[in-house]
């Protein structure tokens, strides 16, 4: 089954910094790939997604991700952080041919002033 | 529109108790699935239907019954609670080639 790696647990920057969260898949064919923020006590919302076409793919709230097929990563990237930025963001990949998807631990945001 | 909605939002078992986490939506999606989320690991998929009448096995399937009888119900049962199904169960529905809609959760504690 399709596994997701989010190598950084914890990540700090200040606002106005930009922004790159990590996320490396494991999967023997195309992925869908997704990426997911969750505000404290809340569900999950999604941020973009991925299925085909361009590798780089625009979200809402200013957010983009590339994927990079040859080193199997989908990296989440903002120019400049805003503090309500500040959550936990889920990298997740999905097969094309069923409803298995896979997320990873989650990368925790903090934004300092 | 409601989206996806899950009832109840909290809950306390006491071992060995059985209960059922309902999840609904409205949406006419037809993929719908359970996952649970405990610290430091994220979501992990218990189980996943991709229509009425379908359903499959994720990641940790064991203790948990799933049943899909129409297409906007989707409840999640707990044959006989354990401490360690304590956390936080999420609901989610999608359409193909588009991303999940999740629910508010259920925090279940299990004494």
């Known amino acids: 089954a399709q596994s997701v790696t989010q190598p950084d647990i914890h990540i700090t920057v200040s606002e106005g910094a930009s922004l790159e969260l990590r996320c490396n898949y494991s999967?023997?064919?195309?992925?869908?790939l997704f990426w997911y923020v969750q505000s404290p006590g809340q569900g999950l919302q999604l941020l973009l997604k991925?299925?085909?076409?361009?590798?780089l793919v625009q979200g809402i709230k200013g957010f983009e991700a590339e994927f990079k097929r040859s080193q199997s990563s989908f990296n989440l990237r903002k120019p400049s952080v805003h503090w309500s930025d500040a959550a936990e963001y889920f990298c997740?990949?999905?097969?094309?041919?069923?409803?298995?998807?896979?997320f990873g631990a989650g990368t925790r945001l903090t934004v300092k002033p | 529109n409601a989206g996806v909605t899950q009832t109840p939002k909290f809950q306390v078992l006491k071992t060995g108790q059985s209960m059922t986490l309902q999840c609904a939506q409205d949406?006419?999606?037809?993929?719908m699935s359970w996952y649970r989320q405990d610290p430091g690991m994220g979501l992990r998929l218990i189980h996943y239907?991709?229509?009425?009448?379908?359903?499959d096995q994720g990641e940790v399937p064991n203790g948990y019954n799933v049943s899909r009888s129409t297409t906007e119900d989707f409840p999640l049962r707990l044959l006989s609670a354990a401490p360690s199904q304590t956390s936080v169960y999420f609901c989610?529905?999608?359409?193909?080639?588009?991303?999940?809609?999740f629910g508010s959760g259920t925090r279940l504690t299990v004494v």
């Open positions: 991925y299925f085909s076409g361009d590798t």
């Open positions: 997740a990949v999905g097969a094309r041919d069923n409803n298995d998807m896979r």
């Open positions: 239907s991709v229509g009425a009448g379908i359903t």
């Open positions: 999967y023997g064919a195309t992925p869908y």
């Open positions: 949406m006419n999606h037809e993929y």
């Open positions: 989610a529905s999608r359409v193909a080639n588009y991303g999940y809609t």
